[in-house]
């Protein structure tokens, strides 16, 4: 006897003849998630288990933090012997009291009891030793699990893991990582879905400081916990602002900055290997943030650009910050190179065909050229 931590994958089963190669990734990256803290971890017959682990609550909490992961129980390992099982089982439910049911599952069809069969016999054998509880088979207060695989598995606890596809299988974006609270989210909600990132923030010093830079290589840090390690490319913008600050129409500023951001970001993205570009967008949230506007800044990158929260309010974009705790972070008062030059009656319709006309005021090439040059890359460890 032995306890383990049974770990349940999600979506990865729908995968079909990739499925090998999914599971060969959420393998290896629970193992750098629980490697600080010792364990072994192994995948065998549709479960990965975590063994040997020397803080059971630190690795539920690593583990229950890897994407792709469904859901994990503390469980106990056994050998394949009704009357061990039995004992473990008696054993596991002893401090419980009120509705219990037993829900067996017998994946090794050489074990010479079916799983009806095994529901039966422990349930007997717990009820009989533990007067406090009840069978309810329909809403039990408790459910004992007992799996037949190449060993015996008894658990009773199960804890729900973050989900989604492990992290690397998703392919590669560049997130555009401003200093607020939808950016972080943004990303979360992609790597969520496998996909390794880096950042890029636009900073234009003096006008933003270093207090301002600090807090996205936080905000990057904590995002970095779900990749192991993540680069962020630190973009001089403070030109690129002033030029467009003096030559441009204010109501269309912020507009312009923006199309300036997705094509220097795109020239990174590029570089990095990136398919897409990740924003922290929400239709209507802002001025820029209307349709018309996402379609000016979307006209001059040929990448696509997920937005993730282009559906979600604001409250529950902050209720996921909250979750992923980057929220405290995002809301530090420091000063982010859009808000320094905001307009103060910013179009909300822009007109597609007046941009090409309102920049070329400006020596676009130029300006995008010298940003990715003077563009810094630091990598953040998780
Ligand atoms: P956030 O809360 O993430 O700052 P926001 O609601 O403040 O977003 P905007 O400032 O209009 O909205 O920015 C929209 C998106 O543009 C951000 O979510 C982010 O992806 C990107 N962005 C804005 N400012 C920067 C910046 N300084 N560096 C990198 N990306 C930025
Ligand atoms: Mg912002």
């Given amino acids: 006897m032995r306890d383990v931590l049974l770990v349940r994958y999600g979506e990865v089963f729908l995968k079909g003849a990739n499925r090998p190669h999914f599971l060969k990734v959420l393998t290896d990256n629970i193992k750098r998630a629980v490697k600080p803290?010792?364990?072994?971890?192994?995948?065998?017959d549709s479960r990965v288990y975590v063994s040997d682990f020397t803080d059971?609550?630190?690795?539920v909490d690593r583990v229950s933090k890897v994407f792709g992961v469904y859901s994990v129980s503390p469980a106990v390992e056994t050998e394949k012997d009704i009357d061990v099982i039995a004992a473990e089982a008696v054993n596991l439910m002893k401090g419980y009291s009120g509705t219990f049911k037993v829900q067996g599952k017998r994946s090794d069809k050489k074990f010479p009891m079916n799983s009806m069969e095994i529901a039966a016999e422990i349930g007997h054998q717990v009820l009989e030793a533990n007067p406090a509880l009840k069978v309810d088979v329909h809403k039990p207060q408790h459910k004992l699990m007992v799996e037949i695989r190449d060993n015996a598995y008894l658990c009773v606890e199960e804890i729900m893991a973050v989900g989604g596809m492990p992290m690397g299988t998703g392919g590669k974006a560049a997130l555009l990582l401003s200093g607020g609270i939808d950016s972080p989210v943004a990303g979360y909600q992609l790597m969520k879905r496998g996909v390794r990132m880096c950042a890029i923030h636009f900073q234009s010093p003096p006008y933003t400081g270093e207090l301002a830079k600090d807090k996205v290589l936080q905000l990057a840090k904590k995002l970095a916990f779900y990749s192991g390690g993540m680069r962020v490319y630190l973009v001089p913008f403070t030109k690129c602002q002033l030029e467009i600050h003096e030559k441009c129409p204010d109501e269309l500023g912020t507009l312009i900055t923006r199309r300036f951001m997705m094509r220097i970001a795109q020239?990174?993205?590029?570089?990095?290997?990136?398919?897409?570009?990740?924003?922290?967008e929400s239709l209507g949230q802002v001025a820029s943030q209307t349709m018309e506007a996402l379609c000016c800044t979307d006209a001059v990158v040929d990448m696509p650009v997920f937005r993730p929260l282009i559906g979600l309010d604001k409250t529950e974009i902050m209720e996921i910050a909250n979750r992923i705790?980057?929220?405290?972070t995002s809301i530090l008062p420091y000063e982010d190179c859009c808000t320094v030059f905001t307009p103060r009656h910013p179009v909300t319709k822009p007109k597609l065909d007046t941009m090409p006309k309102v920049e070329s005021r400006l020596?676009?090439?130029?300006?995008?050229?010298?940003?990715?040059q003077g563009t810094e890359m630091v990598i953040v460890e998780p």
């Fill in 363 to 372: 020596d676009v090439d130029a300006l995008v050229e010298e940003a990715v």
């Fill in 325 to 328: 705790d980057t929220y405290e």
């Fill in 56 to 59: 059971l609550a630190a690795t």
């Fill in 267 to 280: 020239r990174i993205a590029k570089d990095f290997g990136a398919l897409a570009l990740i924003t922290g």
């Fill in 37 to 44: 803290l010792g364990g072994r971890v192994w995948l065998s």
